[in-house]
C-alpha cells in the first residue's frame, strides 16, 4: 500500500523527564541512570542529541546473509499471482478496499507488498513477481524462525535497556528490498506516527543487510529532529477499515540539514520514533536490503486506533528465548 512506512503519531514533545525509573526513550537527564552496558556514554548521549545513533558491524556478515537468503525464500514462496497482485496495489478504486484489507491484516502476518513502478502501463509486473517486491511485513519477528532468532539477541537486548527501554516489545518487522531501479522512495516521516503510544516508545532498529549508499537509496535522518512535535498521526477511521491521517502540524519537516546514513551490511542504525527520516528511490543496479524492527515499552498505552493492533501482553522483548 503506497504511503505507508511504518507507522506514526502523538504530540509529546520529546523533553527531559525526571529522575528515577523513568520508562520510555524520551531523553533522561538523570545522575542516577545505570550505566549502559553495550553503548558507551558517548554513544549514548549522541543517540538521546541526535535521535540516531549508527553502529558498524553490528550483526555479522554471514548472519546478514543468512536473513538475506531467508528473505528472498519468503519472496518467492509468499508471493501472490500477479492478477492478485494487481489488486493491493492499486490506488483506490476497486481495489482498494481489498488492498487495506490486506494491508490492515498484516500485522501479525507475513504479507507481501510491491513496489507500484513495478507495473507496466498495462498493468503487467515488469520482472518475476517477488523481484518487485517493496517489502515484507509485518510480523516476521515472530512468525519466521530465522528472522525471530536474528531479531532477538543479548545484545539487541542491553542496547534496548541501555536507551532507556525497562520492558520493550518487538511489535513490527519488515523485510524491505528496495529493489534495483524501482525502489520507490519513502517520503519524510516519523514511525511514532504510526505505531503511537502514549508516552511515546517506538524505536526503530534499522539493519543494513546489504550496504545502503546515497546511490541505492540509504535513508537519510534530521540530527535532534525528534525533539520538534510529531505532526501527524495515522490511525484507523470510525469503520476500521483504512488508515487515516490527524494532522496537528501542516509546516512541513526541514529539508535543509538532512543527513545521509550509509550504512554497510551489518550496521544497525537506531532511530528515535519521532526522528523525521527518509530515503530515497533507488535508480541503481544493486540492490539495497534491509530490516528493521519497531519495538515500543510493554507499560506505554498502544492506542486501539493504530492500524497494526496485537495484543502488547502477548509481545515479546530482545531476549533470545
Ligand atoms: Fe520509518
Known amino acids: 500500500m503506497r504511503g505507508y512506512c511504518a507507522g506514526t503519531l502523538p504530540q509529546t514533545p520529546a523533553s ?24 558507551s556514554n558517548t554513544q549514548l548521549e549522541t543517540y538521546r542529541r541526535d535521535g540516531f545513533l549508527v553502529l558498524p558491524e553490528f550483526a555479522s556478515a554471514e548472519a546478514c546473509l543468512k536473513i538475506r537468503a531467508q528473505g528472498m525464500a519468503l519472496a518467492a514462496s509468499l508471493v501472490p499471482p500477479p492478477e492478485k497482485a494487481t489488486v493491493f496495489t492499486a490506488d483506490g478504486g476497486e481495489g482498494g478496499h481489498v488492498a487495506d484489507d490486506y494491508f490492515l491484516g498484516s500485522g501479525g502476518d507475513i504479507r507481501c ?11 503487467q509486473l515488469r520482472a518475476d513477481a517477488h523481484l518487485c517486491l517493496n ?15 536474528f531479531s532477538r539477541t543479548p545484545e539487541l537486548a542491553a542496547l534496548a535497556t541501555d536507551i532507556g527501554f525497562l520492558d520493550p516489545r518487538l511489535l513490527q518487522s519488515m523485510y524491505i528490498f528496495k529493489q534495483p531501479r524501482i525502489g520507490g522512495e519513502v517520503s519524510c516521516h516519523t514511525d511514532h ?3 503511537w503510544t502514549e508516552p511515546r516508545s517506538c524505536v526503530g532498529f534499522w539493519f543494513a543487510i546489504d550496504d545502503a549508499t546515497t546511490e541505492n537509496g540509504c535513508m537519510w535522518a534530521l540530527p535532534g529532529g525528534h525533539h520538534l512535535p510529531v505532526k501527524v498521526r495515522s490511525r484507523l477511521n470510525a469503520e476500521r477499515t483504512r488508515a487515516v491521517m490527524d494532522v496537528y502540524d501542516t509546516e512541513p519537516y526541514p529539508t535543509t540539514g538532512l543527513v545521509s546514513l550509509e550504512a554497510k551490511r551489518g550496521t ?12 530515497g528511490p533507488n535508480h541503481s543496479a544493486e540492490p539495497r536490503h534491509a530490516y528493521t524492527i519497531h519495538a515500543i515499552e510493554g507499560a506505554a498505552r498502544y492506542l486501539p486506533d493504530n492500524w497494526l493492533q496485537r495484543e502488547v501482553a502477548e509481545l ?4 533470545p528465548v
Open 113 to 123: 507488498f510491491f513496489e507500484k513502478d513495478a507495473f507496466d502501463t498495462a498493468g
Open 316 to 319: 515479546r522483548g530482545f531476549a
Open 16 to 39: 527531559s523527564q525526571a529522575c528515577g525509573k523513568t520508562p520510555f526513550t524520551q531523553p533522561l537527564a538523570c545522575e542516577f541512570l545505570p550505566m549502559p552496558t553495550y553503548l
Open 135 to 149: 517489502k515484507l511485513g509485518h510480523a516476521l519477528h515472530d512468525r519466521d524462525e530465522h528472522f525471530a532468532a
Open 193 to 195: 506516527t504510526f505505531l
Open 268 to 279: 544497525l542504525v537506531l532511530l528515535d520514533g519521532a526522528l523525521p527520516h527518509l530515503s
